[in-house]
C-alpha cells in the first residue's frame, strides 16, 4: 500500500491546528495514521513557531518510498528554510 505525508485538521472552529502524519493513501484524512510527524499552528503570533516538524522523520519516511501533499511539501521546504536561517544567524 502507498503512504503520504499529509495534514490531519484538529482545533475548534476558526482556530485550525494540524498535525503532519503518516498514513496509507486510502485512510481517511482525520483517522488512522502511522507516525505523527509534527505540528503546524497557522494562527500563532510568532512564524518561527508556527511549524514544528521532525525534519530527521520526515527524510526517513520519503527515503523509504512516501509520497508528501503539496501542502506538506511546502511546508517542509518552509520547515527547512527556517531552520537554516535559525543555523546561519547561531553561528
Same mark, same amino acid.
Given at each position: ?7 490531519? %485538521?484538529?482545533?475548534?472552529?476558526? %482556530? ?40 530527521? %522523520? ?21 520547515? %527547512? ?11
Amino acid at each position: 500500500m502507498a503512504t503520504k505525508i499529509r495534514l490531519q %485538521r484538529h482545533g475548534a472552529t476558526h %482556530r485550525p491546528v494540524f498535525k503532519l502524519v503518516v498514513a496509507e493513501s486510502s485512510a481517511r484524512r482525520d483517522g488512522k495514521f502511522i507516525e505523527a510527524l509534527g505540528i503546524y499552528d497557522p494562527q500563532f503570533k510568532r512564524e518561527e513557531e508556527q511549524i514544528n516538524f521532525k525534519l530527521d %522523520r520526515i527524510d526517513h519516511w520519503i527515503s523509504v518510498g512516501a509520497k508528501p501533499t503539496d501542502t506538506a511539501k511546502n511546508l517542509i521546504r518552509k520547515s %527547512r528554510n527556517q531552520l537554516a536561517a535559525e543555523t546561519a544567524t547561531a553561528e
